[in-house]
Nanobody
Framework: QVRLVESGGGLVQAGGSLRLSCTTSGLTFSNYAMAWFRQAPGKERDFVAGMTWSGARTYYADSVKGRFTISRDNAKNTVYLQMNNLKPEDTAVYYC???????????????WGQGTQVTVSS
C-alpha cells in the first residue's frame, strides 16, 4: 500500500519560513518524480514545485521561484519543500504527489498525501 504523509505546515507571519516534508512508503521512492501542489479554498489544485527521480532537475511555478526550494533524500524516502519569504497568497493546503515521470498536472499523479495546511498571516 502506497502512503504519502505530509508534515510541517502551520501558521506563520508574512515573510516567515516553513519547511514541509513528505515521507513515502510502499513504493520505490528513488524511481519516482515528486511534486508539491497546493489548493486554496474554492480553487483548483495548482502545481508548486517538482523534482525528477534523480533530483537532477527541478521545476517551479513562477509564483514561487526564488522563494521555494524542493529537495529530496532518497535514503529517507522523503521530499521537502523549503518555503521562504512567505506571502498571504501562499495560504493553502499543500499536497505532495508521486509519479514515475515529472508532470505539472495533478490529474497525472496516482499517489497523493492527505495534505498539510499552510496559513500565512499579513
Amino acid at each position: 500500500q502506497v502512503r504519502l504523509v505530509e508534515s510541517g505546515g502551520g501558521l506563520v507571519q508574512a515573510g516567515g519560513s516553513l519547511r514541509l516534508s513528505c515521507t513515502t512508503s510502499g513504493l520505490t521512492f528513488s524511481n519516482y518524480a515528486m511534486a508539491w501542489f497546493r489548493q486554496a479554498p474554492g480553487k483548483e489544485r495548482d502545481f508548486v514545485a517538482g523534482m525528477t527521480w534523480s533530483g537532477a532537475r527541478t521545476y517551479y511555478a513562477d509564483s514561487v521561484k526564488g522563494r521555494f526550494t524542493i529537495s529530496r533524500d532518497n535514503a529517507k524516502n522523503t521530499v521537502y519543500l523549503q518555503m521562504n519569504n512567505l506571502k498571504p497568497e501562499d495560504t493553502a493546503v499543500y499536497y505532495c504527489g508521486a509519479r514515475m515521470v515529472h508532470s505539472t498536472s495533478p490529474a497525472d499523479f496516482p499517489f497523493w498525501g492527505q495534505g498539510t495546511q499552510v496559513t500565512v498571516s499579513s
